[in-house]
């Protein structure tokens, strides 16, 4: 394996968001929102090791493999994100209905993950060693996920209007992070239609970790207390 930039951001932000991962379970295991940041934070630490497995000396069809099962942590992240988002905000029962399109949304994507209308293939790529191919249902894939994050941008917001004090901050670096690991998320699926990346997106996963751990110290993000 050659070890390039990319493949550098990707171990990082596997580090970074799976620390936070157990970080924030162990403040506080038995509150939903916790949990669920925090298996956020695992799907997508998992999600960041793309670019070194196709940085990886492996055969193509065991990358192929490899990258059908990071796919389904990617698959289950705008549900599980959604569902935080909802949670912390106290809007989940009152919006079920919406969470249970979302999780049903991920379900199918799964159980469609190994074939090939979502993932075709793996062709050579300049930045990284191969790439994906997108299947026909790849767009349909991409484009539901960037729903339900705008969805969760939107729900944000409007609570960013009416609160104040610590809550208005919570929410104010809550939506800088998911926008910033948002950004690396678009910059990743553009480079499966062959836009390729300038520099590596898992940069913006780190930062996302970086504002979120900043969120905890400065302004007790999910009630936690360093």
């Not at 191919?133 to 996920?145: A, I």
């Amino acid at each position: 394996m050659e070890v390039t930039i990319f493949v550098i951001a990707s171990l990082a932000a596997f580090v970074v968001n799976l620390s936070m991962a157990i970080f924030v379970y162990l403040k506080n295991r038995k509150v939903a929102r916790n949990k669920l940041f925090s298996l956020l934070c695992m799907m997508i630490g998992t999600w960041c090791l793309y670019p070194t497995i196709m940085a990886s000396n492996l055969d193509a069809h065991s990358m192929l493999f490899l990258i059908r099962i990071i796919y389904l942590f990617a698959i289950f992240c705008p549900s599980i994100y959604l569902h935080f988002i909802l949670e912390l905000l106290g809007e989940a029962k009152r919006k079920r209905h919406i969470l249970f399109a979302g999780y049903l949304f991920s379900l199918t994507f799964a159980f469609l993950g190994f074939r090939d209308w979502f993932i075709a293939g793996i062709t050579s790529s300049n930045v990284y060693k191969y790439s994906i191919v997108p299947g026909p249902l790849y767009t349909v894939y991409v484009s539901v996920f960037a729903a339900m994050i705008i969805y969760g941008f939107y729900v944000l917001l409007d609570k960013y209007r009416i609160w104040s004090g610590f809550k208005k901050n919570q929410c104010k670096y809550l939506f800088i992070g998911f926008l910033l690991a948002f950004t690396g998320g678009l910059m990743h699926f553009l480079s499966a239609y062959g836009i390729e990346e300038k520099i590596p997106h898992d940069i913006f996963l780190v930062m996302f970790t970086s504002i979120t751990a900043y969120s905890i110290v400065k302004y007790r993000l999910m009630d936690i207390r360093i």
